[in-house]
């Protein structure tokens, strides 16, 4: 089984940027579709960024074009760049497969706030 331990949050002023990452143990890395998924206070979790073994990408509506997604299976690691942050991209931050996700990491705290 996929463990994940992300990091890279922080506090960052609206406009600007952050890199999480992710790393992952487990056999099936290579093989698993990863997705970026956030948690903002009181609302569920989101899925908004993914990509599959071979790179390529999707991303939900509320951070195309702002956020990349990126891995390095040679690492057994998936990142995700964000930029152009707005408050509401406040979240805890969590990798994991998908469609079908296995157990969640810690996540990482992303706030934006002037």
């Known amino acids: 089984q996929v463990q994940l331990v992300e990091s890279g949050g922080g506090l960052v002023q609206p406009g600007g940027s952050l890199r999480l990452s992710c790393a992952a143990s487990?056999?099936?890395?290579?093989?698993?579709?990863m997705g970026w998924y956030r948690q903002a206070p009181g609302k569920q979790r989101d899925l908004v960024a993914t990509?599959?073994?071979?790179?390529?990408?999707n991303y939900a509506d509320s951070v195309k074009g702002r956020f990349t997604i990126s891995r390095d299976n040679a690492k057994n690691a998936v990142y995700l760049q964000m930029n152009r942050l707005k408050p509401d991209d406040t979240a805890v931050y969590y990798c994991?497969?998908?469609?079908?996700?296995?157990?969640w990491g810690q996540g990482t705290q992303v706030t934006v706030s002037s």
């Open positions: 990509i599959t073994p071979g790179g390529n990408s």
């Open positions: 487990g056999s099936i890395f290579r093989l698993a579709r």
């Open positions: 994991n497969t998908t469609p079908d996700y296995g157990s």
